[in-house]
């Protein structure tokens, strides 16, 4: 099981230096992961055709905001059916600023902070990567996001309001 376990791991991974987008290396993680998916998310970077589609292929709901430019494609179906509907429901919720405010936050947009606080937390307790060669350097995130995923494991802070008196 724990191998099976690492494969998963090793394949849902992807180390990419500045010169590819988020968005192209997500459709290859995309890749690797058998079956549907429930959703998949990102920022305006990941709005492109092919990241829209593979999410579709796999029976996932895209929630990416399309750009504020972006127009309806009048398909009756597919991947860019579910982007006009994104259009349409901004323009729904008042268009704008507004529309685009309240579609974020009704499609679960902002779900999305939570994955960027994770990569957060990972980059500032393992200040980058240490590894010379590039083979030791696709092995040290995946051992990295084992600790954390232990550690959070173990049990993460919980916060408690508390009253102040003035």
């Not at 998963?8 to 991974?13: F, Q, S």
């Not at 998916?37 to 092919?50: E, F, H, N």
């Not at 796999?58 to 597919?78: H, N, R, Y």
Request: with cysteine; hydrophobic share 35%; aromatic share 8%.
């Amino acid at each position: 099981m724990f191998k099976r376990f690492m494969e998963l791991i090793y394949h849902l991974c992807e180390l990419s230096g500045n010169t590819i987008g988020g968005g192209k290396v997500a459709e290859k993680m995309l890749d690797g992961i058998a079956g549907k998916i429930k959703s998949a998310g990102g920022d305006g970077a990941y709005d492109g055709s092919g990241f829209r589609k593979k999410v579709y292929e796999k029976s996932g709901v895209c929630i990416v905001p399309p750009p504020k430019d972006a127009t309806c494609k009048g398909t009756s179906g597919g991947w860019e059916r579910e982007r006009d509907a994104s259009l349409a429901e901004i323009e729904g919720f008042g268009g704008g600023e507004v529309g685009r405010k309240l579609w974020k936050i009704c499609s679960g947009y902002h779900e999305r902070s939570l994955v960027e606080t994770a990569m957060f937390r990972v980059k500032k307790i393992f200040a980058g990567l240490k590894a010379r060669s590039m083979g030791a350097q696709e092995t040290e995130p995946i051992c990295k996001c084992i600790i954390i995923n232990r550690m959070n494991k173990l049990g993460t802070p919980k916060g408690k309001w508390m009253l102040k008196e003035v």
